[in-house]
């Protein structure tokens, strides 16, 4: 079945400094949608890219569907503490019903 | 409000005590579902339902059932849980199959012992 993998898995980051997390499935997707999850909470919705090639930004966060659809990236730039928490990547499978989630990356921020 | 709900959602219980997880949501989406989340391998699809009486397993289904008699509700039911069960478990709603976005319930953490 297809395979959502995402890197790294842990992310410490200075208050201030830029990361990015990547995602890459083993098959090609329909879209790849992100989510986050603060500590504590619920995974929240963010975004949905659809086309090849897609960037999309939300303030600080970058996301971006690669060429081929089967990887996808977010960068945030001047991280703050507010962006604590674990980013997901996910996938539909070949008939979009089935959602496979990455493992996520886990974001703490050092003031 | 637009939301999901689940009850419990803490419960700790005995290996092989049958037990059921609530979901309900009030957006009228068709398409529900219900996750586990294990440290290190996020979250999992247990089963999902494309509408009432229409469900299908997902990537980790072993040990659990469901049922959707109604649109609103999708009840998770763990007929003789084991410890392996022990995680977080999440509902999730959408208006369209998985490939849309995905509304989440705040979570039931189900510690079986």
């Known amino acids: 079945g297809q395979q959502v993998m995402q890197i790294p898995q842990y992310q410490h980051v200075q208050e201030g400094e830029d990361f990015t997390t990547y995602c890459n499935s083993s098959t090609t997707l329909s879209n790849i949608q992100w989510y986050k999850q603060r500590p504590g909470g619920h995974p929240v919705f963010l975004i949905q890219l659809v086309k090849s090639g897609e960037v999309k930004k939300q303030k600080r966060l970058t996301f971006q569907f690669g060429e081929a659809k089967k990887n996808s990236s977010l960068h945030i730039t001047a991280t703050q503490t507010t962006d604590v928490g674990t980013y997901f990547c996910?996938?539909?499978?070949?008939?979009?019903?089935?959602?496979?989630f990455g493992a996520g990356t886990t974001v703490t921020v050092r003031a | 409000e637009a939301q999901v709900t689940q009850n419990p959602r803490y419960l700790i219980t005995v290996t092989g005590k049958k037990l059921t997880v609530t979901c309900s949501q009030n957006m009228n989406h068709e398409y529900m579902s219900w996750y586990r989340q294990d440290p290190g391998l996020g979250l999992r699809q247990i089963y999902y339902?494309?509408?009432?009486?229409?469900?299908d397993k997902g990537d980790v289904p072993e040990g659990y059932k469901v049922s959707r008699k109604e649109k609103r509700n999708f009840p998770l039911i763990l007929e003789s849980p084991s410890p392996n069960q022990t995680s977080l478990y999440f509902c999730a709603s959408s208006a369209g199959r998985g490939a849309y976005e995905q509304y989440f319930g705040p979570g039931t953490r189900l510690t079986v012992t």
């Open positions: 996910a996938g539909p499978d070949w008939d979009d019903y089935k959602l496979s």
């Open positions: 339902s494309m509408n009432v009486e229409v469900t």
